[in-house]
């Protein structure tokens, strides 16, 4: 990728997240990742919406629940 350039292509945005190439391609094919067609052929990515995908749904740690569990119980009393 040039440094000019700022959309990545398919296989440059699997590799950015990490997955294989062919999930990387189920999830287009759900529409799961936002992405670009400007010819309607080819595909290109924003590292923004792909960063926006990987952190969109985040899983509290058993630490963050039992704190938030303390201070409810704590203001029921």
Same mark, same amino acid.
């Given at each position: 990728? @040039? !440094?000019? &350039? %700022?959309?990545? *292509?398919?296989?440059?945005?699997? !590799?950015?997240?990490?997955? %294989?190439?062919?999930?990387? =391609? %189920?999830?287009?094919?759900?529409?799961?990742?936002?992405?670009? +067609?400007? @010819?309607? %052929?080819?595909?290109?990515?924003? +590292?923004?919406?792909?960063?926006?995908?990987? @952190? /969109?749904? &985040?899983?509290? *740690?058993? !630490? !963050?629940?039992? +704190?938030?569990?303390?201070?409810?119980?704590? /203001? =029921?009393?």
């Amino acid at each position: 990728m @040039t !440094e000019q &350039r %700022k959309l990545l *292509s398919t296989r440059e945005a699997a !590799e950015y997240c990490g997955f %294989k190439l062919s999930y990387f =391609r %189920k999830l287009m094919m759900r529409r799961a990742i936002p992405m670009y +067609k400007p @010819t309607g %052929k080819l595909c290109f990515f924003k +590292k923004e919406d792909l960063d926006a995908f990987l @952190t /969109g749904v &985040r899983i509290s *740690s058993q !630490e !963050e629940i039992a +704190k938030e569990a303390n201070r409810y119980m704590a /203001g =029921r009393k």
